[in-house]
């Protein structure tokens, strides 16, 4: 059930002063269990913040229709979230100037509905795991200026139901209700307009709606006439393959004229409860809620509840909220001892017959039960003219009654939630130990912590942030873990977006991590976290570094830091570390060494007459030895003299011994060579 707006506060004022509603349950009933805070700030005067109310779980909206934050009467609706045994702010939405967002609120689960009266608009919210997420805003396409659309709704999952009382046919205002639904494509449709097959103006059909089911939907008419000038109606719908089609009429036998029956309404399971605020049963205008109950298929009436008899001016009746097996009724204009309406909301829990088991009171002026909200055995109410914050800033109050006993302690759940004796952690009003044996929260880990909640809080490894622990989608085939480390695959790094984590394809051999840093080479070098001096697709880390100096040999090569002589690719002082690559121990390798050929001192092709000649006119000082003095010493007895010339006559002319190695071929200069040797121009 959603409650309608009150009637203008002006009108209400000018009557209450002259009248008075006694109470005798000022002093409260059994039943209540403990009374939360709400921490409300920033109200300012004229706020009127409690005009309406909600309450779903461990969560409760308040609506403030003359808040001026975002321009004259632009509104607003608080979130408060429950927080041990208080509510602390979770959210704030501003309306738009003029708008008066907060004149009806509706939420059900993660879905939340605000109307705006001023902008004929509904704005509507899903809640994820983080954040509430604007999901569009909803006007009345035949709708016409002062229609009143928005000033009830309700919701029920992907159904949204809109009052608008006053809206207009052939300029004749006789009210309508629109429905709405949630698309696959998260859009609102409008299904339908229902308009009472017996309208006639006044009647304001729409003033108050309630969803029993998404096949049930109860629309109050205050202003019908049937039974007498403002008796009141209400209409109960059904949906079905014809759509939503007009069943009952309820009204009679329990409203008279002026009663105003269906001011507001609620339907649950086998209970409808009728508000008639301006009904005289039990004094005048102190009000009265006529009783439904389904027996047998058939809704019958079946008695009142009222205020304690000689009650005057209490509009008991003006706001009522009903779920599970509570109930909640508003008398706004209830004074109490007071002198001016301080306003109260009386709980009934069903037991049979509805008994009362709870009162609410307000503070002098504060028209506390203006808006009432029941869920999960929590019950809140708002006082929109309390001066608590401000001047007529308007306050909300929350008790906490209880409602089932799912753990069967001998405890009402909503009241082991609010003591802390038992865990709400989702905050859905549901204990999560029931939640999670009657199969509403997954437990998959069986930690007895709701999933959702030991994800959200970090207890445990959730890292695609699907409310599902990773060791349970893992398991249970949802995501796949290619290297097993417990890890979702689409938790894994995929530096080259190839639908395949890095770790998986470096351990199947698809791909190269030569540093064994877990980052796929490609990957590394296309963000240039790694070095690629010689720009061969390979990490200079990977590449050879015989000298052990943590650069590349390539790159030492590139930069200049090391001597390649032979061009191999590997520095010279790696070369020499092989055995047989300086022979002659001169820390040269052989193969960059300048070769010659011993006896050969003339440069010239092949040992000859001529060399003969060049060294015997040599120790005369007529020649000098071109680039390889070692050449010149043909007998190597490490002299340069005359012998040189005259062993090398008798090897050419005498059969006379050759001269040493390196001879007859070009090689280097032996390890007891005596003589420098730079170049040879016969040999490589």
């Avoid at 009108?11 to 009933?29: E, H, K, Q, Y």
């Avoid at 190269?512 to 200079?540: F, P, Q, W, Y």
Wanted: aromatic share 6%.
């Amino acid at each position: 059930m959603r409650h309608p707006q009150w009637h203008s506060q002006t009108s209400v004022i000018r009557g209450i002063l002259l009248l008075m509603c006694f109470s005798l349950l000022a002093g409260g009933l059994s039943g209540q269990c403990v009374t939360g805070t709400l921490e409300i700030f920033g109200v300012s005067g004229g706020d009127y913040l409690g005009r309406s109310v909600a309450v779903s779980g461990g969560r409760i909206f308040v609506g403030a229709i003359g808040d001026d934050a975002g321009g004259p009467l632009s509104g607003s609706v608080r979130i408060l979230r429950r927080n041990g045994d208080n509510y602390q702010l979770e959210q704030i939405f501003q309306g738009d100037s003029g708008s008066e967002f907060g004149s009806s609120i509706s939420v059900d689960g993660d879905l939340l509905a605000v109307g705006a009266v001023g902008s004929q608009s509904i704005h509507l919210w899903r809640k994820d795991r983080y954040s509430w997420n604007e999901l569009g805003t909803i006007t009345d396409p035949g709708g016409h200026t002062g229609d009143g659309f928005a000033s009830s709704i309700d919701l029920r999952g992907d159904l949204l139901v809109v009052g608008s009382p006053y809206y207009e046919i052939n300029f004749q205002a006789v009210g309508c209700v629109t429905v709405w639904r949630l698309d696959s494509t998260q859009v609102w449709q409008l299904e339908d307009r229902l308009l009472a097959i017996d309208r006639v103006p006044g009647d304001q059909f729409g003033t108050s709606v309630s969803l029993g089911t998404d096949s049930e939907l109860l629309v109050g008419a205050p202003g019908r006439d049937l039974f007498g000038v403002d008796s009141g109606g209400a209409y109960l719908f059904e949906n079905g393959l014809d759509g939503w089609v007009e069943g009952i009429t309820l009204g009679a036998g329990a409203t008279n004229p002026g009663d105003k029956l269906g001011t507001a309404v609620a339907i649950s399971g086998d209970h409808i409860l009728l508000g008639e605020p301006y009904s005289d049963l039990a004094g005048s205008a102190s009000g009265a809620v006529a009783v439904y109950a389904r027996i047998a298929d058939s809704w019958e009436f079946t008695g009142h509840l009222m205020p304690p008899a000689g009650s005057s001016g209490c509009a008991f009746g003006a706001s009522i909220a009903l779920s599970g097996n509570l109930a909640c009724i508003g008398a706004p204009t209830d004074t109490g001892i007071e002198a001016f309406p301080a306003g109260s909301a009386t709980v009934y829990k069903w037991q049979g017959n509805w008994l009362p088991v709870g009162l609410l009171t307000g503070n002098p002026g504060s028209f506390l039960g203006s808006a009432v909200s029941v869920h999960r055995g929590v019950v809140v109410t708002g006082a929109p003219l309390d001066s608590t914050h401000a001047v007529v800033g308007g306050n909300a109050q929350v008790a906490i009654f209880g409602d089932e006993d799912c753990d069967q302690d001998g405890q009402l759940d909503a009241c082991s939630i609010a003591t802390g004796f038992a865990s709400d952690c989702d905050l859905d009003g549901i204990l999560d130990s029931c939640g999670i044996e009657n199969g509403i929260n997954d437990d998959c880990d069986g930690d007895g912590i709701p999933d959702y909640c030991s994800t959200l809080e970090g207890l445990v490894a959730d890292c695609d942030a699907d409310g599902i622990p990773d060791v349970c989608s893992i398991s249970g085939g949802q995501v796949s873990d290619c290297d097993e480390d417990g890890v979702p695959d689409e938790c894994q790094s995929d530096c080259n977006q190839n639908q395949i984590p890095d770790s998986c394809e470096i351990l199947q051999g698809l791909a190269s991590d030569c540093d064994g840093d877990g980052i796929v080479d490609e990957c590394a070098l296309a963000d240039g976290t790694v070095s690629d001096c010689d720009a061969d697709g390979e990490i200079d880390a990977c590449d050879e570094d015989c000298n052990g100096n943590g650069i590349s040999d390539v790159c030492d090569f590139i930069q200049g830091n090391v001597i390649d002589c032979n061009s191999n690719h590997t520095p010279d002082v790696c070369d020499l570390e092989v055995p047989g690559q300086d022979t002659n121990e001169n820390g040269q390798l052989d193969s960059c060494e300048p070769q010659f050929i011993r006896g050969d001192a003339d440069g010239v092709q092949g040992v000859r007459l001529a060399d003969a000649i060049l060294l015997i006119g040599r120790v005369f000082g007529q020649n000098s030895i071109p680039g390889c003095i070692e050449a010149a010493d043909a007998n190597a007895d490490g002299l340069l003299d005359i012998s040189d010339g005259i062993s090398l006559l008798y090897y050419l002319y005498a059969n006379g011994e050759p001269p040493p190695p390196p001879f007859p071929e070009c090689g280097i200069r032996p390890i007891d060579a005596f003589f420098p040797c730079e170049e040879h121009p016969t040999c490589p």
